[in-house]
Each structure stands twice: as C-alpha cells, then as structure tokens.
C-alpha cells in the first residue's frame, strides 16, 4: 500500500498571508506528483504539477519536491478567499506506473 | 458539453439493488480510472483500465466490478448495493506525460461526480 500523508487540517489563513501544504509519500520510486483543488461538492482540478526535484512556479503557486526527504509542497502566495478549497496531493510512477495515490486531502480557508 | 461525462449524477437506491454507473469521454485517452470519495478519506481508486482489453484492480475493487465498452467508455457496476457504498463516485482519464521518459503518469481528468446513496 503506497501512503500519500497531507498534514492534518483545517487550515485557515488571513487573505494576502502564505498558505503552506505539505505532502510526504511512502514510494521512493515516486515520479509524478499533483496538486489538485477540489471545491465542495465539485471535481478535484489540477493546479500544479511536477516531476523533478526543486521548485516550480505558475503564478501565485509553487510546488516544491525534495525527493530524498520524500515530500512536496505547495505554497499559495497572496491567499485570495477563492482559494477556500481542499488541497489533494497525489503521487504516481514508480511502482505505481498509471496510478494515483490521492491523501486525504487539506482543507484551507482564506478569510477577508 | 464536459470532456469527461459521468451518468447518472445523483442516484438513490436501496440495498440489494444493481447499479450502474457510467463515464463517456471525448479526450481520447486510453486510460481511465474510477475512484470514490467519502469525507475524510480521500480519493480511492477502485478499478483502472489502460485500453479496451485491459482491467486492473484498485485499492477497493470488492463489491464492485467494471465494463470498458470502448475507448471512450468505462462502466461501473455495483452488483447488490449496499449502504456503505454511498460516495461520490468519480470518473477520470489520464495519458502518459509526453516528453518525459521513465514510468511517470500524467495528471488525471475528473468527470464531475456521481452521487450515489444506498438506503
């Protein structure tokens, strides 16, 4: 069983604060990892990407991936309260070659 | 019109009862995926599929089986529903990231949920 752990929420941030979600995972052979959001009662839709070690940015989000301490992050900069989502962190590849591991998921709440 | 359909959305039904739910896509990915939510526990894969002739079990296939009718068509089918079925099923597709070598696999797309209640 491949263990994606999200850090317990809820997370709730003050609007144009730093919201910080961290992920860890259990698959060394781990090559793909994704940020989903998911707004209640909706489908999770993708927000970040990445594959390689280090930091990746696309406009208020950075991903971030330390494959030897196993974990990822993402980091919303100038939190808006349409951010108010639960955050999915999902791992694929590696022994899990066409699968996603989903965590439990984060959920943050960006107040006015 | 969605690129990954799912039918019904909503559905309540009582114990015993066979249930299908179905998932068109027009993206034209060979895989794809059903997973079911419930809160508190994420996202759950229960049956995957990477083409037509291919059928996979996930984490929590027991209960559930599956049909890939055609490229574009994956069926889940609940034998004899029972209450601790009731989730928010998802459908999703995915293809292998292009451009990058190695086992990776690419993001998945969601259809936008079936909800399905057992009585």
């Known amino acids: 069983q491949k263990e994606v752990e999200q850090n317990s929420g809820p997370l709730s941030v003050p609007e144009g604060a730093i919201a910080s979600l961290n992920c860890t995972y259990s698959?060394?052979?781990?090559?793909?990892f994704f940020w989903y959001r998911q707004y209640s009662g909706k489908s999770p839709e993708l927000i970040m990407s990445?594959?390689?070690?280090g930091d990746k940015e696309d406009g208020r989000f950075t991903a971030q991936l330390n494959k030897a301490s196993q974990y990822v992050s993402l980091l919303i900069r100038d939190s808006q309260p349409s951010d108010s989502a639960t955050y999915l962190c999902?791992?694929?590849?590696?022994?899990?070659?066409?699968?996603?591991?989903f965590g439990r998921g984060t959920q943050l709440t960006v107040w006015p | 019109d969605a690129d990954v359909t799912q039918t019904p959305r909503n559905r309540i039904t009582k114990t015993g009862k066979r249930i299908m739910l179905e998932c068109s896509q027009t993206?034209?990915?060979?895989?794809m995926y059903w997973y079911r939510q419930d809160p508190g526990l994420g996202l759950r894969l229960i049956y995957y599929?990477?083409?037509?002739?291919?059928?996979n079990k996930g984490e929590i296939s027991d209960g559930y089986s599956v049909s890939r009718q055609a490229q574009a068509k994956f069926s889940l089918s609940l034998e004899s529903a029972i209450p601790n079925q009731t989730a928010l099923y998802f459908c999703?597709?995915?293809?292998?990231?292009?451009?990058?070598?190695?086992?990776?696999?690419?993001?998945?797309?969601f259809g936008e949920g079936s909800r399905l209640t057992v009585l």
């Open positions: 599929s990477f083409d037509v002739k291919d059928i």
């Open positions: 993206k034209g990915h060979d895989r």
């Open positions: 999902a791992q694929g590849g590696g022994s899990t070659l066409g699968r996603l591991y």
């Open positions: 698959d060394r052979g781990s090559q793909s």
């Open positions: 999703a597709t995915s293809d292998p990231p292009r451009g990058l070598a190695g086992p990776n696999t690419g993001e998945l797309f």
């Open positions: 990445i594959y390689s070690n």
